[in-house]
């Protein structure tokens, strides 16, 4: 399975955004995270930035929106031309109508899961999707634990994924190292977030190159 990688620029040098990308220019995708203060108890930023991330054009945007009532404010993150726009389940009302739209404006669609919402109700709507997030921390913050007790839940999903045929992509987000990629990727993600652990690293870019060979390999 091809392994993707997807720094958070969250918590990097926010006054230096162009050059916190460069450093990561190695990785597959900048992970940007939309925080309104209502879906999340933490405010980040909104389009304009996520614009002026895209314009910089170093890297493809993949956006993670953690905002309420998706359905108005999500496609404008398609038409504005991030690679892919993740939307939580929680927040959308017709998650269907919402992914069909994210894809009409030509973004990959994404749809991500709090650690407490269980993917069972949502396995049908796999083939409206290119990829399901599996929150591996509560949504809000950097830097805070992993947790393994989602485990269980990325199996499940990429057990769904196999037996529909699917091509849907596992993403996992929060807490993610050289030690917990191993679990995660060993349970079926191939997609991988990490916002510390590349930030806090000596050298971000070698960061990128670890975390890519330890997925690749299961560790
Ligand atoms: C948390 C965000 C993450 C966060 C990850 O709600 O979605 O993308 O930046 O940061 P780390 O890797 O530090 O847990
Ligand atoms: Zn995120």
Same mark, same amino acid.
């Given at each position: ?12 040098? /926010? ?5 916190? /990308? ?31 991330? /895209? ?27 991030? $690679? ?7 927040? !959308? ?13 030509? $973004? ?20 409206? /999707? ?56 060993? !349970? ?32």
């Amino acid at each position: 399975m091809d392994v993707t990688i997807s720094p958070s620029i969250l918590n990097c040098d /926010i006054a230096n955004l162009a050059s916190e /990308i460069e450093k990561v220019r190695n990785a597959d995708y900048a992970h940007v995270d939309v925080m309104d203060n209502h879906f999340v108890p933490n405010l980040s930023w909104g389009l304009p930035v996520v614009e002026a991330v /895209i314009r910089q054009d170093i890297l493809p945007v993949d956006a993670h929106l953690m905002i309420e009532d998706a359905d108005s404010w999500a496609p404008a993150y398609a038409e504005a031309g991030c $690679a892919s726009v993740t939307f939580h389940a929680e927040a !959308a009302v017709a998650p269907i109508r919402l992914a069909r739209e994210i894809r009409r404006q030509g $973004a990959k669609v994404g749809m991500a899961l709090r650690p407490a919402t269980d993917i069972t109700p949502y396995i049908d709507l796999l083939p409206e /999707i290119d990829m399901l997030l599996v929150m591996t921390v509560e949504p809000g913050f950097g830097g805070q634990s992993f947790l393994k007790s989602m485990m269980p839940k990325i199996r499940r999903t990429r057990d769904a994924i196999s037996t529909a045929n699917l091509q849907v992509a596992v993403q996992v987000d929060g807490g993610i190292n050289r030690e917990t990629i191993c679990l995660a990727a060993e !349970a079926g993600a191939n997609v991988f977030v990490a916002g510390s652990a590349v930030y806090k690293a000596e050298d971000a870019y070698s960061e990128v190159e670890a975390l890519r060979q330890l997925a690749k390999t299961h560790c």
